[in-house]
Each structure stands twice: as C-alpha cells, then as structure tokens.
C-alpha cells in the first residue's frame, strides 16, 4: 500500500487502517506498507521490502492519483494497481480508480467500504482511520464535512477508535514548534487585496531545529481564521532548492491555481511544487486577482 510523498495523515491513516483491514478479513493475504513516514510516530515504521515482493502483486495507492507524488516507485513493478482518492485531480496511473472528489477523505472512502461490505473493524484500525478523517476534515470544520463525515466518526468510534490517544498526540508540541507559530503570526505579509502569505528559506528549519514539513504543511494555517484574509499561502524552501507552496482558502475555490502550476488537491486546501521564488510572485498575482475578481 502506497501514499504520496510528505505524507498527512490522511495518507498514513489510509496506508495502516486499509492494512490492519484486510489483514482482519483476508488473513491469507500478506499487505505492506511501503514510502515516508515524515515527520510522524503515532503509526509504525513503513515495512521494508526487496523488489521481488512487487512481482505478481496487487498496489493500492491511497491520497494520491498522480504518479510523480507517489511515495515509492517501485508500484510500476506491481502486477495490477489500484487508485483510491478524494482529490481533484484526475489519475494518470493505469489500473483501476476508485474516486471520490466530493469527500472530505481518503479515510471516509474506506470506512464507506468498511460499512457497505460489513467488514471486521477492530480498534486499532478505527483509530488510524479516524485520525485521517479528523485532520483532513480541519477537524469537522471545512466545507465538504457532511453528516455521512460525521456518521463515519461515529462508525468508528463505536469500533473503539482511541480519539482521546490521537489528539493528545495531535496538540501535544514541543517548545521549538511554540516558537516557530509566533514567528509566523508577527511576520506574515499580504498582497494589495489581503492573501496571506509567509516566504520560508531553508534556514528557517534549523533555526527552529524543525523539519521542512513542519514549517510547509504544519504552519500554513497559523494564517487561517483572520478576519479579512479570505486566502493564505505558505511558501517554503525545501532541500534540493524547490519551493513547497501550500495554498487555502475560506470560501473562494483555489485549487485551479494549484493545478496551473502542476498540483492539485481541493477546493480551499491544495498545493503544488515551484521551481523557485520567482514562481511564489506569480502564484501570489494570481490569488490576488482572484480575491479582486470575487470581491
């Protein structure tokens, strides 16, 4: 089972819970876990396996369609392949897709599976299925969050999901993390018609001593929540010199934006991968033209 590269939650919650979920009802299959771990410990290590183990198997893709954001190529070497994901963006992997853009999760696919075939969900898997539909939901908060999200929440917390466990694993941060929010909250800037947005080099991250996605994925909505900021961006520079650009947005949908400079996602929370900083001023004229034009 594969996810996409810097995986979320969302990723890592659909690699363990569809793992631990076939093991429950087709205990004669053996599943791995294969790419990143990120920045992560709640869940296990990957598995490590030899390319040998991908002849004549099955590889489901989980939160991810596009084949270059796949953690771990070897997916190629695979017999069949299977896509599920909730993202907008169309699959260029050959096998079958099973999509669902309108849900909030990869997670909520799964637990929609689980309840339809009437599957053996043990706690543990309830667990990494729930926290993948909790955080990828803005905790219930964004706009796709439905009552079906909510019924699944429910699904699995009767299945003994241990919510308590994830969110204080969640919210507990260390103090270099503390420091690395108030930097953003006094030096964030905006464009003439309010897009927020921060400009991170590679420095920032052994300033604070934290990761690279820690400061990409995991600050850009210390900028949410603002009154009169109706879109934020967070652009970060990664290792190899390219710029991890990390959009969203309260109302206006943006991910056409994220998609015209080859990414994707949803609606109000997407991103893309830029060559350089030149590229971060023209992903900001297009958000503020877009915030102009809906104004």
Not at 138 to 159: D, K, P, S, V
Request: charged residues 25%.
């Amino acid at each position: 089972i594969h996810s996409h590269i810097q995986p979320d939650y969302d990723a890592l919650g659909s690699q363990h819970g569809l793992k631990r979920l076939i093991h429950a009802n087709f205990p004669d299959k053996t599943v791995y876990v294969v790419g990143e771990r990120g920045d992560d410990t709640f869940f296990p290590s990957p598995d490590e396996v030899v390319d040998t183990v991908f002849e004549g198997a099955l590889a489901i893709i989980v939160d991810v369609a596009r084949r270059e954001r796949v953690s771990d190529q070897r997916f190629e070497l695979a017999a069949e392949r299977v896509v599920i994901d909730h993202h907008k963006n169309p699959s260029d992997i050959a096998g079958t897709f099973l999509h669902r853009p309108d849900w909030i999760a990869t997670c909520q696919i799964l637990v929609d599976l689980a309840m339809q075939k009437e599957l053996r969900v043990d706690a543990e898997t309830a667990t990494a299925l729930f926290a993948g539909l909790v955080t990828d939901s803005g905790r219930f908060r964004y706009r796709q969050t439905e009552a079906r999200t909510f019924r699944a929440a429910a699904y699995l917390l009767e299945h003994g999901a241990r919510m308590q466990d994830f969110f204080d694993y969640l919210y507990g941060e260390d103090l270099n993390k503390i420091k690395l929010k108030g930097y953003f909250i006094n030096h964030f800037r905006t464009t003439p018609n309010n897009v927020a947005y921060m400009k991170n080099d590679r420095h920032l991250k052994e300033h604070f001593q934290v990761s690279t996605f820690t400061i990409s994925r995991g600050m850009v909505n210390q900028m949410a929540g603002i009154n009169g900021i109706p879109i934020w961006a967070n652009f970060t520079e990664d290792d190899d010199g390219s710029i991890l650009c990390e959009l969203r947005s309260k109302r206006i949908p943006i991910v056409d934006i994220a998609k015209s400079y080859g990414g994707g996602g949803h609606d109000l929370a997407c991103g893309c991968t830029l060559d350089d900083w030149t590229q971060t001023d023209a992903v900001l004229k297009d958000l503020d033209e877009l915030v102009e034009r809906n104004n």
